[in-house]
């Protein structure tokens, strides 16, 4: 069985940059690695869904409930399940650009408190419970600030699901830093998560400094 990692972070804070850095490198190492990126929104029903919802086709981001919201990013990958697994047990490392965590740090930001805990064994449960969906050996959490992560999103490529410069979630400074929070308190509370600063004394880590570290902790695991 592969060993199964994610890079997570807010919009903007380099998770496909850093997810193809690693599988080349896996690949320059001689290791059999594959590339999963969710949402896969040329690929599935429920992810051509997503594409409607970051460009407003369901309401506002404040209009549509995070527990319903959240159903399309898990059918999502239980309409991959069936990849994803064939590709676990034929790789020796499978890398998600994104996973199960950005479905629980980005709806889960629109929540606080008993609530937002709630919702997070909710979509665990889901997720993994019912849906069966394999879990991680590491997650990497690429952690920047929101103001600075919407700098680099404004220099974002056309992406194939939206004509906007930025989806709902994107233009939203204070929800990303929400969806931050998030994530800094999955890093807290799971063992398996490492964190990685992408600011360095208020400047912006290189791209092969980031990937350094990284490499570093998944060369633990394989």
């Not at 008993?114 to 019912?130: G, P, V």
Request: some cysteine; overall charge negative.
């Amino acid at each position: 069985m592969a060993v199964i990692i994610a890079i997570e972070g807010i919009d903007g804070s380099g998770k496909g940059t850093q997810a193809g850095r690693l599988h080349a490198r896996c690949q320059a190492e001689g290791i059999k690695s594959s590339l999963i990126g969710f949402p896969r929104y040329d690929q599935t029903l429920f992810g051509k869904s997503i594409g409607d919802f970051l460009n407003g086709r369901f309401g506002e981001l404040d209009e549509v409930n995070p527990f319903l919201a959240s159903l399309l990013y898990a059918g999502d990958r239980f309409e991959s399940r069936s990849h994803i697994l064939n590709t676990i047990e034929t790789s020796d490392v499978v890398i998600f650009d994104r996973y199960i965590p950005s479905n629980v740090a980005h709806q889960g930001a629109k929540l606080s408190g008993a609530e937002r805990n709630e919702f997070i064994e909710w979509i665990e449960q889901i997720e993994f419970a019912i849906y069966k969906m394999p879990r991680l050996d590491l997650a990497i959490l690429l952690d920047l600030p929101a103001d600075y992560a919407q700098k680099l999103v404004a220099e974002k490529q056309a992406r194939s699901y939206t004509e906007k410069v930025t989806d709902l979630q994107e233009a939203d400074q204070s929800y990303l830093a929400n969806v931050r929070e998030v994530y800094l308190q999955l890093a807290e509370e799971n063992q398996h998560w490492q964190k990685i600063e992408c600011l360095q004394n208020e400047t912006l880590r290189s791209i092969e400094e980031i990937g350094d570290e990284i490499w570093s902790h998944v060369g633990k695991l394989i």
